[in-house]
Each structure stands twice: as structure tokens, then as C-alpha cells.
Nanobody, 126 residues
Framework: VQLVESGGGLVQPGGSLRLSCAASDRTFSRYGMGWFRQAPGKVREMVAAISWNGGTTYYRDSVKGRFTISRDNVQSTGFLQMNSLKPEDTAVYYC????????????????????WGQGTQVAVSS
């Protein structure tokens, strides 16, 4: 499954953005999906993940209560709603799919994800 991210941009602290992750085909519905980010000079980190059917989710501590991951398997699209954005959320955001279909619970290790998109830039600044 190949994925394409969109929805990034420049936003003031406290603002919101909704990222989208469009999949190349309907097999997307079989795989968990993760959102990751990489800031300049830093290692890529997982932000959130959702299982193939949306049954389980994961959030890194720094985004809990602010970000919400979701998916629409009919539209083969995943989403990341980001509220109360902070300057430290500034990064290139990527989505990727779990390489194992129908995995439960959601995988939290970066190495099991593939099909990386080109990324979308999120900048939080006043």
C-alpha cells in the first residue's frame, strides 16, 4: 500500500490542523496505520497509530488529549486531527501502513511500518 499525506501548513500556537493520508488501493482496510513525525536533526518518532479496524489506538504521551487518529476504510483514508498545537509539534509528518494485515492490537514499533508517503510539513509558530 502506498500512501500520500496532505493537510500540513503554518499555524499559530493553539491552532488546529487536520492531516489526511490517502491510500493507493482498498487493501488499506486490512492494515493498521501510523502517523510519524521528524523534526530537523531529530529521529523520526511515532505520533499515533490505529489498528486496521479502528479498534485500538496509540498516542505518544506528548500528544495525548490533543491529537486524534481516525480512519475511513470505505474512502481508504486515514486522518490525524491536531488541536492545541505547540511549537514543538513542528515537523514533517508522515503516514505509513503496518506490514502485517489484521494485526491486533495496534503496532507501536516504527520498523513494522512501510509504504511511507512523501510527508507534509507542519509548522507551529507565531
Amino acid at each position: 500500500v502506498q500512501l500520500v499525506e496532505s493537510g500540513g501548513g503554518l499555524v499559530q500556537p493553539g491552532g488546529s490542523l487536520r492531516l489526511s493520508c490517502a491510500a493507493s488501493d482498498r487493501t488499506f482496510s486490512r492494515y493498521g496505520m501510523g502517523w510519524f513525525r521528524q523534526a530537523p536533526g531529530k529521529v523520526r518518532e511515532m505520533v499515533a497509530a490505529i489498528s486496521w479496524n479502528g479498534g485500538t489506538t496509540y498516542y505518544r504521551d506528548s500528544v495525548k488529549g490533543r491529537f486524534t487518529i481516525s480512519r475511513d476504510n470505505v474512502q481508504s483514508t486515514g486522518f490525524l486531527q491536531m488541536n492545541s498545537l505547540k511549537p514543538e509539534d513542528t515537523a514533517v509528518y508522515y503516514c505509513a501502513a503496518d506490514m502485517l494485515p489484521f494485526r491486533q492490537p495496534v503496532a507501536t514499533g516504527t520498523s513494522v511500518y512501510d509504504g511511507w508517503g512523501q510527508g507534509t510539513q507542519v509548522a507551529v509558530s507565531s
